[in-house]
């Protein structure tokens, strides 16, 4: 299968994690991937796009209008990088104003869970139970274990749990 | 059993040098190439170290090449300029083990502060150069490189850029070669003492063994013919290959992994072949130059930009419409531009708090602190490259004799300082400088990602080392005005900057307090900050510090609160995102109204 994800954000949101993850459980089902990230000066608080191309591809970088989805960690990161995105292609934004139809306020969640750094992962279960990324929920959940640090395991299986479960918004 | 990996490029280049025995490698951090001498330091039975700069490290790496090993020298495209005075006659020497240098160039400057084409130091300096593409490419091109080295007799040029660098894609592991042991003393001083008697007949060497290598470029089986439809041939290396390969996977493609010297007849072969031919090469015209000057007709630069990286987009409109690809212009949205920043708790933001508002030139340098130059910091004046900032200071304080009394100042980060920073001190005690010089010591190479450095005491392996002491390295240069400030302390940090600037003759002042990034840093957890908005006037001080935490919230309608210091309603207040704040109190020291606390535990 392909597909093309694009992940957008702020330097210190997890981006590059979210990446690692989408492409150690593309290669746990089986696939080819390629990645491609931001290092260096630009992480120091600035904006930060990433690349996952699964599948069959050469390039790391995505085509504008070619993405099949996007994870936004802000709803600034959607404006700025949404033209990645193919047409009606689904946009997972972490956003306070939940009005698009894959918006969620991933932030106010992992706040309430007490696991305020896990908005990405948040992000990432919500958009895992609705079927937008190419795995399996169980896959993802043993990258989650796998990756994580010890001391943030807990925090990110919790997260991930709570964008599995979250009812609102979306269907 | 074949075994995968998911590697970056930098991972996938430490791999390749495990697998073909390289015993010994040395370089300085810097991005894109960072990951490249971390990952390999990590294997068990090689030797790495950081070096304190590139002409150290390729330096070593010679010595370990002369004494009969496999060496690699690992820095980012500038760094090769660092170690250009070594690299251009070692070309003349030659090498007994295999020397490679990889280059990590940076292609739209991600994060370095020029965008130079390394392709051209291949042909400057004489040295084969190759290319690959992505991680598996990354791996296996080391053990070539190795192979060319010791073959031809000669140092290699490994190139990467940034894409391919931090690109991530699925690479085949092998098991590592034994690890050869032979290394011995042997002395040859005809082929390593470069006299002008013996450089002139090694010369000769150079131009026989760069024709053998052009010759041999004709068959080295990387650089590959892929005929399919004949109407559009492609000629292209590294990265933009891919983007021309996926935009155009029914073209005939010319993939050259070895970018120097360039395979003349294929290429010429290859022209012939196809009715219309293209280079799709960033930055420079390096092969489109050197294959028109071969008579044949190609379009390249007409097409593509010669600045920043390409991608798949530009790469696919160019050749498509056949007019110069232009750069899609941002989407005109309204939301503030988030340009990097330093992180809240940085030790940086004190120091350049007060430097900004001292009536002086901050010549500045390389590292995490240059972004201090912004608004409404304004910390420093000028940035150049690794070291420039002591020699820049006094060459300015000199050249305004007395209009720049107590106006000059010169700020060095602690491991660019180790780099390149002694000698322009040594330099401005022995010429008599009046200028201020400040070493900003965090401890640490914060922007590549906390390396080590002769100033933190510990190696790349994290084993305890010789510390260096800046006070009485200065001293040892002939520095007697010496001074250590706590740059959380802005009245303090002030005082003794405005003393030490007014001081006849050179002083310098360490500015130290380690990165809040740094482990033992984030352990000593202080608590964060609130603004008490009942007390807050308004006065907008603490926004000045530029720290991510703190934000502006307009007043709206009748808010009844505190006047202003002119007797005024207050237009806002100032807020304390307390999830971000390091309670590293410099707003509290700023702020004019005593409206900052800390915040109390479950309030």
Not at chain 1, 134 to 152: D, K, N, Q, W
Not at chain 2, 440 to 467: I, K
């Amino acid at each position: 299968m392909n597909q093309q994800i694009i992940i957008s954000g702020l330097g210190g949101q997890g981006i590059l994690f979210l990446t690692k993850l989408l492409a150690q459980a593309a290669m746990d089902s089986g696939n080819d991937v390629i990645t491609s990230e931001t290092h260096g000066m630009a992480m120091r608080g600035g904006t930060v796009v990433s690349h996952v191309k699964i599948g069959s591809f050469l390039s790391p970088l995505i085509r504008t209008g070619q993405a099949d989805m996007g994870f936004f960690l802000t709803a600034g990161s959607f404006e700025i990088h949404r033209a990645f995105l193919r047409e009606g292609a689904p946009a997972v934004i972490n956003t306070p104003r939940t009005d698009g139809p894959f918006a969620i306020d991933a932030a106010a969640i992992a706040r309430e869970a007490g696991a305020r750094m896990a908005t990405n992962l948040v992000l990432l279960g919500f958009a895992v139970k609705r079927d937008l990324p190419f795995c399996t929920v169980s896959i993802m959940r043993e990258a989650i274990g796998r990756l994580s640090p010890s001391r943030h395991r807990q925090m990110n299986i919790e997260g991930f749990e709570r964008g599995l479960n979250y009812e609102g918004g979306a269907s | 059993m074949i075994v995968k990996e998911l590697l970056s490029g930098n991972e996938a280049i430490a791999r390749g040098a495990l697998e073909c025995g390289v015993a010994f490698g040395a370089g300085y951090p810097g991005t894109p190439s960072t990951e490249i001498l971390e990952a390999f330091a990590k294997y068990e039975g090689v030797y790495a170290e950081w070096a304190p700069n590139e002409k150290v490290a390729l330096e070593t790496a010679i010595g370990a090449s002369l004494a009969g090993v496999r060496a690699i020298a690992v820095m980012k495209h500038v760094g090769v300029n660092v170690a250009a005075d070594p690299l251009f006659t070692v070309s003349y020497t030659g090498v007994r083990g295999g020397l490679v240098i990889v280059t990590a160039d940076d292609p739209s400057m991600h994060s370095s502060q020029n965008e130079q084409d390394n392709r051209n130091y291949a042909r400057f300096a004489k040295i084969p150069m190759i290319e690959p593409a992505d991680s598996q490419e990354a791996k296996d091109f080391v053990r070539l490189a190795f192979e060319i080295s010791e073959r031809f007799d000669t140092p290699v040029f490994l190139r990467s850029t940034t894409r391919v660098s931090h690109s991530k894609s699925v690479t085949t592991i092998a098991e590592p070669d034994k690890p050869g042991g032979n290394a011995s003393v042997l002395r040859n001083p005809e082929k390593y003492v470069m006299v002008p008697a013996m450089a002139r007949l090694r010369r000769i060497e150079v131009e026989k063994r760069m024709a053998a290598l052009a010759e041999y470029a004709e068959t080295f089986h990387e650089n590959k013919v892929e005929f399919n439809d004949l109407k559009i041939g492609i000629i292209s290396s590294g990265m933009p290959y891919n983007y021309a390969k996926d935009a155009f996977p029914k073209a005939s493609f010319l993939k050259l992994g070895m970018v120097y010297p360039l395979p003349v007849q294929m290429i010429r072969d290859f022209a012939s072949a196809v009715e219309n031919l293209y280079v799709v090469e960033e930055l420079d015209p390096f092969f489109e130059d050197q294959i028109k000057a071969l008579g044949i007709e190609v379009r390249g630069k007409t097409l593509l930009p010669r600045t920043n990286e390409f991608d798949p987009t530009i790469v696919c409109t160019s050749l498509s419409s056949g007019e110069k690809a232009t750069r899609e212009a941002p989407p005109d949205i309204s939301i503030p531009p988030r340009p990097p920043n330093l992180c809240p708790g940085c030790p940086h933001r004190g120091l350049f708090y007060v430097a900004g508002k001292l009536d002086a030139f901050v010549a500045g340098d390389i590292g995490c602190y240059t972004l201090s130059y912004m608004k409404p910091l304004r910390g420093l004046d000028s940035c150049i490259c690794m070291g420039a900032s002591f020699g820049m200071a006094h060459g300015m304080s000199k050249a305004l004799g007395s209009k720049g009394k107590g106006r000059v100042i010169g700020v060095i980060g602690d491991s660019t300082f180790v780099h390149s920073g002694i000698t322009p001190l040594l330099n401005a005690s022995y010429n008599k400088s009046d200028a201020l010089f400040i070493i900003c010591d965090n401890a640490t190479t914060a922007m590549t990602g906390m390396q080590d450095h002769p100033g933190t005491g510990r190696t790349l392996q994290g084993l305890p080392s010789y510390r260096i002491d800046f006070i009485q390295l200065a001293q040892a240069l002939g520095i007697e005005d010496v001074h250590t400030v706590n740059p959380f302390n802005i009245s303090e940090t002030k005082e003794i900057l405005k003393a030490s600037l007014e001081r006849e003759g050179p002083s310098l002042v360490i500015s130290k307090e380690p990165c809040a990034l740094l482990k033992t840093q984030k352990k000593k957890a202080r608590r964060p900050l609130m603004v008490d908005i009942d007390k807050c006037i308004g006065c907008k001080l603490c926004l000045g510090l530029n720290c991510p935490p703190i934000s502006w919230k307009n007043v709206t309608g009748g808010f009844d609160g505190p006047l202003t210091a002119q007797g005024k309603p207050r237009k806002g207040f100032a807020v304390i995102d307390s999830a971000l704040c390091n309670g590293c109190s410099l707003c509290m020291q700023v702020c004019s109204a005593k409206a900052i606390k800390e915040v109390v535990a479950n309030g």
